[in-house]
């Protein structure tokens, strides 16, 4: 497909569980970005990738919540111990540089967590 | 670091007319970029329109214009001709250090 997909559009799991949630960005995007948006809130940054490596994590909120890129496409956002305050959208975002280019967005994982 | 401040919950307008969804920033950056981008019930985030700070003229997208003002540091966004299809929510956006999100503004279109 053209656009930025995620997968799974939407994980249930109990509190304590381990979770993956998978973006496959647009073919050719360099940058990557990860968000989370809460109930009615705009989505709040977590984390952003140039290539492989973490240009920027300073938004992930402990060390319970990890992300990789090993070959430069697509990414998974990890997720130790969930918590019920873990429960949001989690956006995937790709664009060709930087974010000074259009950021595009996958249409989200929506993780509820019990 | 820099905030996003969308002070309109909800906005309602008649299809046909016009409506400005307001927002105001603050950073510290001397170059940086804005952004309008809408989310349909369906999630997907979808840009609207961009302003690149160091430009002076208003950034201008068909039926979507924006009142970039830079010393106020507010960028308010303009919807003309209201179309049923622009019901969303409205995000306003900025770039520098990181890319931060207003809270969102719901935007309502009356038939």
């Known amino acids: 497909g053209a656009g930025v997909s995620q997968t799974p559009s939407n994980k249930v799991t109990e509190k304590g569980k381990y979770v993956e949630l998978r973006c496959d960005p647009i073919?050719?995007?360099?940058?990557l970005y990860w968000y989370r948006q809460s109930l009615g809130q705009g989505p709040e940054f977590l984390i952003y990738f140039q290539g492989t490596g973490a240009a920027d994590d300073s938004g992930l909120p402990n060390d319970r919540f990890f992300a990789v890129r090993p070959e430069g496409s697509v990414s998974t956002l990890k997720i130790q111990r969930t918590e019920r305050g873990d429960s949001a959208v989690y956006l995937c975002?790709?664009?060709?540089?930087?974010?000074?280019?259009?950021?595009?967005f996958g249409p989200g994982t929506r993780l509820t967590v019990l | 670091a820099q905030t996003v401040t969308q002070s309109q919950p909800e906005m309602s307008v008649q299809e046909a007319e016009t409506v400005t969804l307001s927002c105001t920033y603050d950073t510290s950056e001397s170059d940086y970029y804005l952004f309008w981008y809408k989310q349909p019930p369906s999630r997907q985030m979808i840009l609207v329109i961009r302003q690149e700070a160091y430009k002076q003229q208003n950034a201008t997208e068909n039926r979507f214009s924006v009142n970039f003002q830079k010393a106020a540091k507010s960028f308010s966004l303009k919807i003309s001709d209201s179309q049923l299809g622009d019901a969303a929510m409205y995000f306003c956006?900025?770039?520098?250090?990181?890319?931060?999100f207003g809270a969102g503004t719901r935007l309502t279109v009356k038939p």
């Open positions: 975002a790709s664009s060709l540089i930087d974010s000074y280019n259009e950021q595009f």
């Open positions: 956006a900025s770039y520098r250090p990181d890319m931060r």
């Open positions: 073919s050719g995007h360099t940058a």
